[in-house]
């Protein structure tokens, strides 16, 4: 099988039983890394993945992926600061704070943080300090939210 049909051939089966057991499948594939070949499946769902999702997801992929020439198999959570790429990553982040990354510069800027408006007609819109910005999509290289951690400091135990 070619490898591009046999990434899409991983997609749509991995995204299946995803859909199946009530995860979303942000993105499967092979990805070589050092003397081995990952398949690496990263799942997502509303309130996070855990540990027992990822075996469960891992158990019920493996005999449907026999057939894929691989070494490991990694079932994952894309964490909370995963890029968006969707268009409903796009909605779901609608007025968080997100970082933006271009391919190429404007202004001699290839990095932005703002609140994000939206992504419509091809365009990505921010909320930046110095007014809202619009960026052609295809020449946004990443996008991921920004995640405040300072609500989980502790003000009664200084330094920790």
Same mark, same amino acid.
């Given at each position: ?9 991983? /997609?749509? +089966?991995?995204?299946q039983l995803? $859909?199946?057991?009530?995860?979303? &499948?942000v993105?499967?594939? %092979?990805? =070589? ?5 990952y398949?690496? %499946?990263? &799942? ?14 891992? #158990?019920?992929?493996?005999?449907q ?11 994952? /959570?894309?964490? !909370?600061d #995963?890029?968006?790429?969707?268009? $409903?990553?796009?909605?779901?982040? !609608? ?5 933006? =990354?271009?391919? @190429?510069?404007?202004? @001699? #800027? @290839? ?5 994000? !408006?939206?992504? $419509?007609?091809g365009e ?7 007014? +809202?910005?619009?960026?052609?999509h295809? /020449? +946004?290289?990443? +996008? ?5 951690? /300072?609500? *989980?400091?502790?003000p *009664?135990?200084?330094?920790?």
């Open positions: 099988m070619a490898e591009r049909e046999s990434q899409r051939h991983i /997609s749509a +089966v991995c995204g995803a $859909q199946a057991m009530g995860y979303e &499948l993105e499967a594939g %092979i990805e =070589k890394e050092g003397p081995g070949r398949l690496r %499946i990263y &799942l997502d769902k509303p309130g996070g993945l855990t540990l027992d999702d990822c075996e469960a997801y891992h #158990r019920a992929i493996q005999p992926m026999e057939h894929v020439d691989y070494d490991f198999l990694e079932v994952c /959570s894309p964490g !909370l #995963r890029p968006l790429k969707t268009q $409903q990553d796009f909605e779901r982040h !609608l007025g968080t704070r997100v970082s933006l =990354k271009l391919y @190429k510069p404007i202004d @001699k #800027r @290839k990095e932005f943080e703002g609140e994000l !408006l939206g992504l $419509q007609d990505v819109t921010l909320r930046t300090p110095q007014g +809202v910005v619009h960026f052609a295809q /020449s +946004v290289a990443l +996008v991921r939210p920004m995640i405040d951690l /300072s609500a *989980l400091d502790d *009664l135990e200084p330094g920790v």
